[in-house]
């Protein structure tokens, strides 16, 4: 129904800075076009990319690319989709973009605006293996309807160290979790030894933060943070 994930946008006060930090962690860049006429650049493991925004040029937002955008908006508008914004037109690289029901950003393009990257790091970035987009959902079982009607298949995972439901895709996967332990929108890597992981980007000039929600503390998870806000979990999630 969205189409085929392109990155997560983000919202990037100094995307020189956000750059060199993803590029520390392991993450390859990839060649952007010229769809938009602000700073932008994207970086990725070769499981997620991150689309860098510079600040004010666009919220934060899960964006998918679905050719033939102008025709597919009735299908969306059908299942209750309300557009928040909308740039469509025969001259103008066609947009819309609404929030799911806890204020999410999900933002469709008409076709992709970076080229892929063939050349990726063998053992993936430092942070581990990329499992999903983690989003805090004060009512879970709606928010996986309404994932679901969008075309995801939500699965429960509540017996996994880290507790959630997962709406996966075949191009990226969505985890809803309790605001008590994920309090804002957050990446998630799978790592047998977050510890390991640490020292080791610690060694890189990374520090964890202490500012862990003691519900999160508790799943062994540990938490580092990019120059724009992102929080990146990284635990053991076997």
Same mark, same amino acid.
């Given at each position: 129904?969205?189409?085929?994930?392109?990155?997560? $946008?983000?919202?990037?006060?100094?995307?020189?800075?956000?750059?060199?930090?993803?590029?520390?962690?392991?993450?390859? *860049?990839?060649?952007?076009?010229?769809?938009?006429?602000?700073?932008?650049?994207?970086?990725?493991?070769?499981?997620?990319?991150?689309?860098?925004?510079?600040?004010?040029?666009?919220?934060?937002?899960?964006?998918?690319?679905?050719?033939?955008?102008?025709? *597919?908006?009735?299908?969306?508008?059908?299942?209750?989709?309300?557009?928040?914004?909308?740039?469509?037109?025969?001259?103008?690289?066609?947009?819309?973009?609404?929030?799911?029901?806890?204020?999410?950003?999900?933002?469709?393009?008409?076709?992709?605006?970076? $080229?892929?990257?063939?050349?990726?790091?063998?053992?993936?970035?430092?942070?581990?293996?990329?499992?999903?987009?983690?989003?805090?959902?004060?009512?879970?079982?709606?928010?996986?309807?309404?994932?679901?009607?969008?075309?995801?298949?939500?699965?429960?995972? $509540?017996?996994?160290?880290?507790?959630?439901?997962?709406?996966?895709?075949?191009?990226?996967?969505?985890?809803?979790?309790?605001?008590?332990? @994920?309090?804002?929108?957050?990446?998630?890597?799978?790592?047998?030894?977050?510890? *390991?992981?640490?020292?080791?980007?610690?060694?890189?000039? @990374?520090?964890?933060?202490?500012?862990?929600?003691?519900?999160?503390?508790?799943?062994?998870?540990?938490?580092?943070?990019?120059?724009?806000?992102?929080?990146?979990?990284?635990?053991?999630?076997?």
């Amino acid at each position: 129904m969205l189409g085929r994930f392109l990155e997560l $946008s983000l919202p990037t006060p100094d995307v020189r800075a956000s750059l060199e930090f993803y590029l520390k962690l392991g993450f390859a *860049q990839a060649d952007v076009g010229e769809a938009w006429p602000h700073a932008y650049a994207v970086v990725t493991d070769g499981r997620i990319c991150l689309g860098l925004h510079a600040d004010g040029a666009t919220d934060w937002s899960l964006t998918f690319v679905k050719p033939g955008l102008l025709q *597919q908006l009735s299908a969306l508008e059908a299942l209750g989709v309300e557009f928040e914004s909308r740039r469509l037109g025969n001259d103008v690289f066609n947009e819309v973009g609404w929030r799911d029901p806890a204020g999410h950003g999900i933002r469709l393009v008409e076709a992709r605006t970076f $080229s892929p990257v063939n050349t990726l790091p063998a053992a993936g970035s430092a942070c581990g293996y990329f499992l999903e987009v983690a989003l805090p959902e004060p009512h879970i079982d709606a928010a996986k309807a309404y994932w679901e009607k969008l075309g995801f298949v939500g699965m429960d995972e $509540s017996e996994k160290p880290l507790p959630h439901v997962c709406c996966t895709s075949d191009s990226i996967d969505i985890g809803l979790h309790d605001p008590v332990r @994920i309090a804002r929108p957050a990446l998630l890597f799978d790592a047998d030894h977050p510890e *390991q992981r640490l020292a080791a980007l610690a060694a890189r000039g @990374i520090e964890a933060t202490a500012k862990l929600p003691p519900a999160l503390r508790q799943t062994g998870a540990r938490m580092i943070v990019a120059p724009e806000g992102t929080p990146i979990l990284i635990a053991n999630m076997g």
